[in-house]
């Protein structure tokens, strides 16, 4: 039996979304007593004990606004306008461990155990992906480095679909059912993107 990889993990955060369906700045959002990128970095960072966080940004002048620690990096889209696809080759481009963890800004409900054990699931693989409602969720996930050529290629050649890549490199799929497992839930897929979105969310958090 192959142990588990116990390889360090970077925190890579995802906050180049302009929010434009909820009219202001989410990541900023105060959200149960803090910030809400501040209570994202810190869920996804203790879930996985991250040696490093990078957060990724559209520009200087949104990495300056945003209520990071002094140890917290930034790194600015390395493709601009490129969306989500952009953004998790800037923050594995970033990372100086092998294997981050990708998750995004508004997602306040990440859960400790089921990201413990996606990344009891890395070994052999280059990524590992959850699975919910017969759809891969790419910004809840775990990749290497490894795949930075193969999402290179398809940024370069305007394919922006995250799964797109998915086929060049190898994926451990986590499905639902072991999800919920842990997030009975799925309460870790919940993202604000409508100011309804976040009423919900305030209700769910209290």
């Known amino acids: 039996m192959i142990s588990a990889d116990k390889s360090p993990i970077t925190a890579v955060i995802l906050a180049g979304g302009q929010s434009r369906r909820l009219g202001r700045d989410k990541a900023v959002e105060p959200f149960d007593g803090e910030p809400l990128i501040r209570r994202v970095i810190r869920r996804a960072s203790e879930a996985v004990s991250a040696s490093r966080v990078v957060v990724v940004v559209a520009d200087p002048a949104r990495a300056a606004a945003l209520p990071l620690d002094a140890d917290h990096r930034t790194a600015v889209d390395v493709f601009p306008d490129c969306g989500s696809l952009g953004g998790i080759y800037t923050g594995l481009d970033a990372s100086a461990t092998e294997w981050s963890l990708i998750t995004a800004c508004d997602m306040p409900f990440l859960s400790a155990p089921l990201l413990a054990h996606m990344a009891e699931l890395r070994d052999g693989a280059d990524a590992v992906v959850p ?76």
Not at 166 to 171: I, Y
Not at 181 to 204: G, K, M, Q, T
């Open 131 to 206: 699975v919910v409602d017969g759809r891969p969720e790419p910004t809840h996930a775990f990749y290497t480095r490894r795949c930075l050529p193969a999402i290179e290629r398809r940024l370069r050649a305007g394919q922006l679909k995250i799964s797109g890549f998915f086929d060049d490199v190898s994926v451990r799929y986590v499905p639902e059912t072991e999800i919920r497992d842990f997030d009975p839930d799925l309460l870790s897929f919940f993202n604000i993107n409508r100011p309804e979105d976040l009423s919900r969310a305030v209700e769910l958090a209290q």
